[in-house]
């Protein structure tokens, strides 16, 4: 779905720039012009950059012998 408007980011958009290594809001925003012009759409996709990144951390840890 479309998150950015203004832009015309999805979440999808926002989860494969997670995957490609972004790491913060700060990222996802240089890497997908995200939230860089009204930013009426910044607290969505906040939230969506939070969940991927936490799924990618929880992904990269599966490894571990101890939980993350
Ligand atoms: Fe994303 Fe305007 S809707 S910057």
């Known amino acids: 779905m479309y998150v950015c408007l ?3 980011v999805t979440d999808h958009q ?3 720039s997670v995957k490609a290594g972004a790491r913060s809001w700060r990222e996802v925003q ?16 906040k939230t969506i950059t939070c969940d991927a ?13 101890y939980a993350v």
Not at 30 to 45: D, E, M, V, W
Request: one cysteine or more; hydrophobic letters at 35%.
């Open 6 to 8: 203004c832009k015309g």
């Open 14 to 16: 926002i989860r494969d």
């Open 30 to 45: 240089s890497a997908t012009g995200c939230g860089t012009q009204c930013g009426k759409c910044a607290c969505a996709a």
């Open 53 to 65: 990144v936490m799924t990618e951390l929880k992904a990269s840890a599966k490894g571990l012998a």
